[in-house]
T-cell receptor
Framework: EVQLVQSGAELKKPGESLKISCKGSGYNFGSYWIAWVRQMPGKGLEWMGIIYPDDSYTKYSPSFQGQVTMSADKSISTAYLQWSSLMASDTAMYYCARLAGSQYQPFDSWGQGTLITVSS | DIVMTQSPDSLAVSLGERATINCKSS????????????LAWYQQKPGQPPRLLIS???TRESGVPDRFSGSGSGTDFTLTISSLQAEDVAVYYC??????????FGQGTKLEIK
């Protein structure tokens, strides 16, 4: 069974850094793109970027380019999303999701989400 | 980017009745070389992550009840729930992956019981 398990909720202050994780199991983690998706409180889904864990090749949404950094360690089947300086507007639920194959595929498996709250 | 627009924003349907959600893309998501529509539908229940229901506009994922169906082509798509059950209360999103990786989602349609 394909599973993506994300790290737990975080409460941070503005200006702090953060790295959240997404651990895959039940499949060859390195061979499937991982996407990150933001959902702000009460809002819809926004694609942030994708990473190919086998070689850590990344593609960012223009809206998130320079705001976050994606990385992956295929040896431990884990992808990461990090911020160097959080803002209150980063408060949201963040999901990782697996692409069903190539970049031209839907997101067929999702993590449970990581809630990030940024407040002074 | 391709803009995905869903209608209505919210919908209340009686149990056992049909629910219909529409999704319109600003550009065609039909790839002519394989005649496939790069369009997915997701269901998000309260407090849960999204779940892929339908891919390629009309292909139900494994385990999805057959009361869910997708139709349409090009720029206009529909998700139909033939007989609404209580467990179908959720927000439904369409997504295009034609312009991968610049994926875009519709704004969501909230489905409730009347």
């Amino acid at each position: 069974e394909v599973q993506l398990v994300q790290s737990g909720a975080e409460l941070k202050k503005p200006g702090e850094s953060l790295k959240i994780s997404c651990k895959g199991s039940g499949y060859n983690f390195g061979s499937y793109w991982i996407a990150w998706v933001r959902q702000m409180p009460g809002k819809g889904l926004e694609w942030m970027g994708i990473i190919y864990p086998d070689d850590s090749y990344t593609k960012y949404s223009p809206s998130f380019q320079g705001q976050v950094t994606m990385s992956a360690d295929k040896s431990i089947s884990t992808a990461y999303l990090q911020w160097s300086s959080l803002m209150a507007s980063d408060t949201a639920m963040y999901y990782c999701a697996r692409l069903a194959g190539s970049q031209y595929q839907p997101f067929d498996s999702w993590g449970q989400g990581t809630l990030i709250t940024v407040s002074s | 980017d391709i803009v995905m627009t869903q209608s209505p924003d919210s919908l209340a349907v009686s149990l056992g009745e049909r629910a219909t959600i529409n999704c319109k893309s600003s550009e065609s998501v039909l790839y002519s070389s394989n005649n496939k529509n790069f369009l997915a539908w997701y269901q998000q229940k309260p407090g849960q992550p999204p779940r892929l229901l339908i891919s390629w506009a009309s292909t139900r994922e494994s385990g999805v009840p057959d009361r869910f169906s997708g139709s349409g082509s090009g720029t206009d798509f529909t998700l139909t729930i033939s007989s609404l059950q209580a467990e179908d209360v959720a927000v439904y999103y369409c997504q295009q992956y034609y312009n991968g990786p610049r994926y875009t989602f519709g704004q969501g349609t909230k489905l409730e019981i009347k």
